[in-house]
């Protein structure tokens, strides 16, 4: 199934940078947003994918055995999904502020 | 263990000086003294057995893998620099107490001036080239400092830097040459010294011109020369001390140290005669004619520079000797010359020589000085100054007519200059001058007059020199020099020679009037001057970085975006090349699910960029999230699901919270760029994909998840292994994951902060 994600991996990047190529404050948000989900998806379609089999070590066992899922790229979304929220929070309310100061979140404009 | 010790003490001291500044403010320049006079003190009392032919050795492994050790190792040309260095070093302290006088920056003064202490000491005793190399690179910073003392003013700071420019672009060259020698013959220098010379190296040329970049850069010769009458923006003390007795001879030093490993070849000889012979003539010549007092001495200074850089490309017992014995006589009667123009400059307020006349009243003991120091630079019996020029005299007699010449030429102007510079301003009827004159404080004085007295007296009982001349200049050709010198040497060619050049140099003083106009006539000639093309490529470089910046670096977001996008499709794209072009055939089984689920995020990722409004593009982005949390349930990735499903919720709400007061969207870009910006995110989107095939057909190393899984139960006691990744194998990341988010936060309450429309929410 990985050549159909790789596909839509890039459907989602495409978008996300058209996005971050305007000159509207709110649709840098929404570029980021998309970028941030592609990579994600990006990760997780890397190393293969495997269908549900979550990386639980049972009950009695030592070690999992093959078939699972990677955990490593799991580790690695989680971290970048929280850290993207962050990023994403504070662009909003970075973009909340511009506007009430100076009504205009046309990124050209701003910048004199 | 001693040794190491007094040489590196200075760093030391330098660490409490501004206690003992604030302690002692009056005695501080005494205090402070007593570091470098001990050294000298513990190199005189081992000077008989250095002289004796056993030198001094200390030695520390620092990494013996790389040749690298702290290794000490003073022999006689070693011992002749470091008594130089410490007992001027001692002098200058001593001096530039009452010469700053209140001056706010006297304890950074003091604490830079014991750090370049100690980086001299540590240069001429190095044992090791890379130790060397580390200790000539911090001279060149705390000379760099130390020109830009006065920093408030413009003129001093670009001289700092063009001085320390210069030099480091040239110890940078030296660098690869030592490097390259230490990969040839060794970097201990007792081994190098010991072995064959490289002169028949193969890369025996690069590593020469290597070598002399750094030297020369270092020793002010031409064409690098204009670094060093700028450097006479530092205090008096500082140009006396570094541009004039130790520092600039640094050069000099080095080409006597490796005198043996290099020296005596024809490449050797043409270069370093022709260029210390165009030094010393140009800076001989130019000399008596400045007006600048401290410009007249910086001249001299680069002429005797040249003519010991000329001395080492004679070679030869009588060459050598010259070298060592001109080192010596120089810094004698440089340096109280030197501070005699501190003395004029700080009592009289001007340094012109066209203001400073018949001072021989006013500051009679400043006079003394100025007269011992400058009979010693015209070369007259019985001085060091006189003695030395004999020995050189006889080694150009002995190599060539022209080397006779050129040094009959240069020394005229030397003597015009030593009578500029040490006996015109005293001389005549007293003019007015900016502050009423009156005789310096003591330190000021009887430092520059012990120095000067010691010049004259070494020079009248020269054989107490013997055992150090000699031993210095068997140092430096690493075989017995058992050149004599003495005050009376008969009727020989370098007395007559030695009697014309003073007669033409007195003619010269009396005509001075005369020539001067001629002198800076000829000024006019040079267009090609190295500093002006030094000043060229300075400007030039920086307009080159400005258009280089305005080219790449544009203010809009959007072009800048744009320039890096297309050299990630560049470069990726070569890499992609290098793999081996496109990926190969493709299969998969299509199952209905992951269909669904895939085109259902497309879709709604493309709806949210068609979308006419903000809350519309909210909405079907909050779809994206929702379809990404199915996918990581799909394919077992359960904590993922969980996580995307809480950070979606909460995005979207924020996104409608915060943002649904936003107007509309404005079509803001024209068409051209969106046609642009469309073929660069398509070219994006499908080098993404492109690449995501390739990874998967091209072999990587092992996934450490192995490690991952077979540690999580026995070692973490965890049994969701990304769990246990995320709190315990790589828990310090999920630390600094916490410390962005709380930042993050503190950024949005700050940012929400302050306005009257106060929603909130979005820290969660």
Redesign the interface.
Known sequence: ????????????????????????L??L??GL??LS??A???I????????????????G????GPG?????P??L???A???G??????F??????V??EVSD????ML?E | MMLLLLIIGGLFTALITPVICSRFPKKCGYLLSLQPFAVALYLLRHAPSITGGEPLRYKVEWLPSLGLSLSFYIDGLALLFALMVSIIGGVILIYARPYLGKHPDLTKFYVVLQIFISAMLGVVCSGNLLGLFVFWELTGITSFLLIGFDHEKKSSRTAALQALLITTAGSLAMFAGLLIMGQAGGFELETLLAGDGLQRHSLYLPILLLVLAGAFTKSAQFPFHFWLPRAMAAPTPISAYLHSATMVKLGVFLLARLYPVLGETAYWELLLMGFGGATMIMGGWRSPFQDDLKAVLAYSTLSVLGMLVFALGMGGPYGLTAMVLLTLAHSLYKAPLFLVAGNLDHETGTRSIAALSGLRDKLPLTFAVGLTASVSMIGLPPTLGFVSKEVLLEAAWKHSPLAVTAITVTAIGLVAAAWTAGLKPFRGPPKPTPRSPHEAPAPMWSGPLVLALGGLLLGAAVGLLKPLYQAAASAVSQDTVAVSVSLWHGFTPPLFTSMSILLMGAVVIASFDKLSPLMKLSLHFDRIRPSRIYLKCFDALFAFAARITRMVQSDSLGVNLSIILWTFLLLGGGVLWRLGGLPGQVTWEPKWLEIVLGSLMAAAALGAVFAKAFMGSAILLGMVGFSMSAVFMLYGAVDLAITQIVVDTLTVLMLVLVVHKLPHFKNLSRARNKLHDAILSISCGLFVTLLILKAEQVDFQQSISVFYNDHSVPDAYGRNIVNVILVDFRALDTLGEITVLATAAMGVILLLRGNNDKRGGETS
């Open positions: 199934m990985e050549p159909f994600w790789a596909v839509i991996v890039g459907v989602l990047f495409a978008a996300a940078v058209y996005m971050l190529l305007r000159r509207h709110a649709k948000a929404i947003i998309l989900n592609a994600n998806l990006l997780l379609s890397a190393p293969g994918l495997v269908r549900g089999r979550p990386d639980f070590v049972p009950e066992a030592q070690v999992l699972h899922a990677d955990p490593l799991q580790a979304i989680l971290t999904i929280v850290i929220f962050g990023v994403l929070a504070f909003l309310a970075l973009m909340r502020r506007f009430l979140l046309d990124v050209e910048k």
